[in-house]
Nanobody, 116 residues
Framework: QVQPVESGGGLVQAGGSLRLSCVAS????????MGWYRQAPRKQRELVAR???????IYADSVKGRFTISRDNAKNTVYLQMNSLKPEDTAVYYC??????????WGRGTQVTVSS
């Protein structure tokens, strides 16, 4: 099994930046993709960005050009650099370990709050 643990959330003003980190402990050789999802109050959880073991990335349209996902395979860590944050980015951000597009293991989440 894999246990993702997120960190780096907090309160930031609109236009500011945050970097989220996710350390994935344990092992599951079927896992080849790491992703970040978010869930705002009264909304469904949505994909923010995803990165494969080879470095291919996918972003939600709402974050393209502002967020960057990266990974350090040696450290079993994935990052989400968030720039030009907007109030609508406010949500709980979850790290996920996946088999391709299918999320398998979830972290507990980290709160990101963007004030206007």
């Amino acid at each position: 099994q894999v246990q993702p643990v997120e960190s780096g959330g907090g309160l930031v003003q609109a236009g500011g930046s945050l970097r989220l980190s996710c350390v994935a402990s344990g092992s599951d050789f079927s896992i080849n993709t790491m992703g970040w999802y978010r869930q705002a109050p009264r909304k469904q959880r949505e994909l923010v960005a995803r990165i494969t073991s080879s470095g291919s990335t996918i972003y939600a349209d709402s974050v393209k050009g502002r967020f960057t996902i990266s990974r350090d395979n040696a450290k079993n860590t994935v990052y989400l650099q968030m720039n030009s944050l907007k109030p609508e980015d406010t949500a709980v951000y979850y790290c996920n370990a996946a088999r391709g597009p299918i999320p398998i293991y979830w972290g507990r989440g980290t709160q990101v709050t963007v004030s206007s």
